[in-house]
T-cell receptor, first 116, second 115 residues
Framework: AQSVSQHNHHVILSEAASLELGCNYS??????LFWYVQYPGQHLQLLLK??????LVKGIKGFEAEFIKSKFSFNLRKPSVQWSDTAEYFC??????????????FGKGTKLSVIP | DAGVIQSPRHEVTEMGQEVTLRCKPI?????LFWYRQTMMRGLELLIY????????DSGMPEDRFSAKMPNASFSTLKIQPSEPRDSAVYFC?????????????FGDGTRLSIL
């Protein structure tokens, strides 16, 4: 079964610091990769996604992620964080799970706190 | 364009009671997903439907949990009887198709507390 690991449970940064959140998955086949963000008290929103093509994906609000197939990783980055980026970030992997179905598996999330 | 609508937003009830969570997917979406979010286990897929038909319910924790989708615009997740360990945030999501390159859109979630 596929699994998704997010290395950091809670990250605390000062404004303008650079951000990198790790995500690794275990699945040997073709995958679609996603990062979702959950702002305090709000629902999950799609930040960016990778399906194929350029492994460097640019999303909303200045976020980007790089798919490194050899490392089974899809790390999320932002060069300069803002206080409004305080949220919980979820990495997700969608892969074929057999019998014609696909399964979306989430990591446990990384809570980001940005200090003004 | 209305997103995925879940109700209630919060529910607090005593153990042993029946709990029903409701979801209205985005109009035109034909796949619907129920997730549970807890601190210990993160986000877990419970069940998903395609064209109102349950496709994979392997994530449903036990027989106390059941889900239905009587039509394309409505789904319920029922817990009977409820237990304190069922306390979590339950999310419903929908997408245009189960296996195409379409992301899932999430509702605001139902925060369930079982006393």
């Amino acid at each position: 079964a596929q699994s998704v690991s997010q290395h950091n449970h809670h990250v605390i940064l000062s404004e303008a610091a650079s951000l990198e959140l790790g995500c690794n998955y275990s699945y040997g086949g073709t995958v679609n990769l996603f990062w979702y963000v959950q702002y305090p008290g709000q629902h999950l929103q799609l930040l960016l996604k990778y399906f194929s093509g350029d492994p460097l994906v640019k999303g909303i609000k200045g976020f980007e992620a790089e798919f490194i197939k050899s490392k089974f990783s899809f790390n999320l980055r932002k060069p300069s964080v803002q206080w409004s980026d305080t949220a919980e970030y979820f990495c997700a992997v969608r892969a074929y799970s057999g019998a014609g179905s696909y399964q979306l598996t989430f990591g446990k999330g990384t809570k980001l706190s940005v200090i003004p | 364009d209305a997103g995925v609508i879940q109700s209630p937003r919060h529910e607090v009830t005593e153990m042993g009671q029946e709990v029903t969570l409701r979801c209205k997917p985005i109009s035109g979406h034909n796949s619907l997903f129920w997730y549970r979010q807890t601190m210990m286990r993160g986000l877990e897929l419970l069940i998903y439907f395609n064209n109102n038909v349950p496709i994979d319910d392997s994530g449903m924790p036990e027989d106390r949990f059941s889900a239905k989708m009587p039509n394309a615009s409505f789904s319920t997740l029922k817990i009977q009887p409820s237990e304190p360990r069922d306390s979590a945030v339950y999310f419903c999501a929908s997408s245009l198709a189960r296996d195409s390159n379409q992301p899932q859109h999430f509702g605001d979630g139902t925060r369930l507390s079982i006393l």
